[in-house]
């Protein structure tokens, strides 16, 4: 599966078979998660058979289901530590999907308090990416249409548009979408968002999205 396919198949996934995530897979998994780490400046952890955050009521009333392992989204307590860690955390998202992996972005759905990952002083525990075999492989999200997130004349270059429809396709919370992007000058890409529940994470996401879309072409992020 290339990225581009494993953004098509990637859905939130809330049910999963019980069954541990596979030793290859892991193991690549840890390896995409060291590097993200290192290129990010984060400490997302992969936690397998941790299923302590999820389990009790939420588990009972059918929100998340054996869910037994997941990426813990860690990094130091900054103000761009929820965009940083929606960025770097799709990449790991969308590489586990090419391994056949399930996932879903969990915000406030889980019990961060129980988990084993490791949160140093100044650091902070933003969310967690639940892991592994889905039951199904989900459902594709309803999703805005190009002119309601883009601020682009009508002649924008192929590799805008491309970008643009490329993030349409990422997850975001609630299914918001509230992520715009602006084509400034020629070459220039400016992205925002406005206020809303993981609104800064969803914007991590989308601008990676908007990245694989819009390819190697000349053209660079601006403030």
Same mark, same amino acid.
């Given at each position: 599966?290339?990225?581009?396919e494993?953004?098509?198949? &990637?859905?939130s996934? *809330?049910s999963y078979?019980?069954?541990?995530?596979?030793?290859?897979?892991? %193991?690549?998994?840890?390896a995409?998660? +060291?590097?993200?780490n290192a290129a990010?400046?984060l &400490?997302?952890?992969?936690?397998? +058979?941790?299923?302590?955050?999820?389990?009790?009521?939420?588990?009972?009333v059918?929100?998340? /289901?054996?869910?037994r /392992?997941y990426l813990?989204?860690v990094?130091? +307590?900054?103000?761009?530590?929820?965009?940083?860690?929606?960025?770097?955390?799709?990449r790991?998202?969308?590489?586990?999907?090419r *391994?056949?992996?399930?996932?879903?972005?969990v915000?406030? /759905?889980?019990?961060?308090?129980r /988990?084993a990952?490791?949160? &140093?002083?100044?650091?902070?525990?933003?969310?967690?990416?639940?892991?592994?075999?889905? &039951?199904n492989p989900?459902?594709p999200?309803?999703?805005?249409?190009y002119? +309601?997130?883009?601020?682009a004349?009508?002649?924008?270059?192929?590799?805008?548009?491309?970008?643009?429809?490329?993030?349409?396709?990422?997850p975001?919370?609630?299914?918001?979408?509230?992520f715009?992007?602006?084509l400034?000058? %020629?070459?220039g890409? *400016?992205?925002?968002?406005?206020n809303?529940?993981?609104?800064?994470v969803?914007?991590?996401?989308?601008?990676y999205?908007?990245?694989?879309? %819009?390819?190697?072409?000349?053209?660079?992020?601006?403030?």
């Amino acid at each position: 599966m290339t990225i581009m396919e494993a953004v098509q198949a &990637r859905h939130s996934v *809330r049910s999963y078979l019980d069954k541990p995530i596979d030793a290859q897979a892991a %193991a690549e998994l840890r390896a995409i998660v +060291d590097a993200c780490n290192a290129a990010g400046g984060l &400490r997302m952890q992969l936690m397998l +058979d941790d299923s302590a955050p999820f389990g009790g009521l939420l588990s009972k009333v059918g929100w998340l /289901s054996n869910v037994r /392992s997941y990426l813990a989204l860690v990094g130091a +307590d900054e103000a761009d530590l929820d965009e940083k860690c929606g960025y770097w955390g799709e990449r790991v998202v969308l590489e586990a999907q090419r *391994r056949g992996v399930n996932s879903c972005w969990v915000g406030g /759905s889980w019990k961060p308090g129980r /988990s084993a990952a490791e949160v &140093r002083p100044g650091e902070r525990l933003a969310l967690a990416v639940a892991l592994g075999y889905g &039951r199904n492989p989900g459902k594709p999200h309803k999703s805005k249409a190009y002119a +309601d997130v883009a601020d682009a004349p009508g002649n924008a270059p192929e590799w805008f548009r491309r970008g643009v429809e490329c993030a349409l396709l990422a997850p975001t919370a609630i299914n918001q979408q509230k992520f715009r992007f602006a084509l400034v000058g %020629a070459d220039g890409v *400016r992205a925002a968002t406005d206020n809303g529940p993981f609104a800064k994470v969803d914007l991590g996401i989308a601008k990676y999205h908007f990245e694989l879309g %819009a390819g190697e072409a000349h053209w660079q992020w601006v403030k």
